[in-house]
């Protein structure tokens, strides 16, 4: 069975510092993908990224940047210069392929909140 | 258009009543989900239809009972609820065989 575990519940910082959230995941899949989603308080689950089991490339997009190691089984997600408008509840997810579709497993989510 | 649209945004229902959830997706995907989320919670998996065939259903109560009447539409409906269930309900779609899913605003839920 697949799990996403995310320990940190809550975080809270300062406007313009860096935050990173945590994942960790468990799977027997060999091929499988990795999400992250926010969630404000409007309560639309936003897709942010997505990453699969092949491609350990980790990426930059504007003040988003993400780290995959397959080694360690994390799929860590970086917020850099944050802003109030990042405060919400992120959401690491990991995907198999269940039939004919895919089913996601979230993790317990981590609430960041950005103080002005 | 990468766009789930969820109506109605709010409802507020008693346990003898009978509603709906509507869900609409225009993307071409040909598998779509019902997710419960309570609050603090991560979205649990009810119903997931792919083609317009259910092909999975997470042991809910037979008060929830989906339905997929094309390939653009899911619908909820909902009977002889009870105040535990309560909660945001989200829809969301797929391609097939795809990855990631896209998600509408919710519905939520309140049962009096």
Known sequence: AQKVTQAQTEISVVEKEDVTLDCVYETRDTTYYLF????????????LIRRNSFDEQNEISGR???????????FNFTITASQVVDSAVYFC??????GSA?????GSGTQLTVLP | DTEVTQTPKHLVMGMTNKKSL????????????????????PPELMFVYS???LSIN???PSRFSPECPNSSLLNLHLHALQPE??????????????????????TRLTVV
Do not use: I
Not at chain 1, 64 to 69: E, G, I, L, T
Not at chain 2, 85 to 101: H, I, K, Q, V
């Open chain 2, 85 to 106: 269930d309560s909660a945001l309900y989200l829809c969301a779609s797929s391609p097939y065989r795809g990855t990631e899913a896209f998600f509408g605003q919710g």
């Open chain 1, 102 to 106: 895919r089913q996601l497993t979230f």
């Open chain 2, 58 to 60: 997470e042991s809910v």
């Open chain 1, 93 to 98: 997810a990991l995907s198999e392929l269940s």
């Open chain 2, 51 to 53: 083609y317009e065939k």
């Open chain 1, 64 to 74: 988003y940047s993400w780290n995959f190691q397959k080694s360690t089984s994390s």
């Open chain 2, 22 to 41: 509507k869900c609409e997706q225009h993307m071409g995907h040909r598998a779509m989900y019902w997710y419960k989320q309570k609050a603090k919670k």
């Open chain 1, 36 to 47: 992250w989603y926010k969630q404000p308080p409007s309560g639309e689950l936003v897709f």
